[in-house]
């Protein structure tokens, strides 16, 4: 894996994570927290998918299928990660003063 597909998928990841928090709005752990949880879950999960091959090889580079997958890759990454530490946390309460 390079630094391209590295900073890809963080990227993504911090995307996925978001989404998942607006999506799942009880379990959000706030902008910043989801998107630290995105940001490692999608090296994580790019990491992990590009250890197993289902990323394509190594050092794919910037060809268009190589920068979708680590987009997918990340995203996917991402927001499990943000989902798992949201359902770990419990849901989220807001009270207003």
Do not use: C, E, F, Y
Not at 26 to 36: A, E, F, K, V, Y
């Amino acid at each position: 894996m390079d630094i391209v597909s590295l900073v890809i998928q963080l990227l993504a990841g911090a995307v996925g994570g978001n989404v998942a928090g607006a999506i799942l709005k009880d379990r959000s752990l706030g902008t910043l927290g989801n998107s630290i949880a995105g940001i490692l879950g999608g090296g994580v999960g790019g990491w992990l998918l590009h250890a197993v091959g289902l990323l394509g090889q190594a050092g794919g580079g910037v060809s268009l299928p190589s920068i979708l997958a680590d987009i997918a890759g990340g995203g996917v990454g991402g927001a499990l990660l943000m989902i798992l530490v949201g359902l770990v946390r419990g849901p989220q309460t807001r009270t207003v003063h």
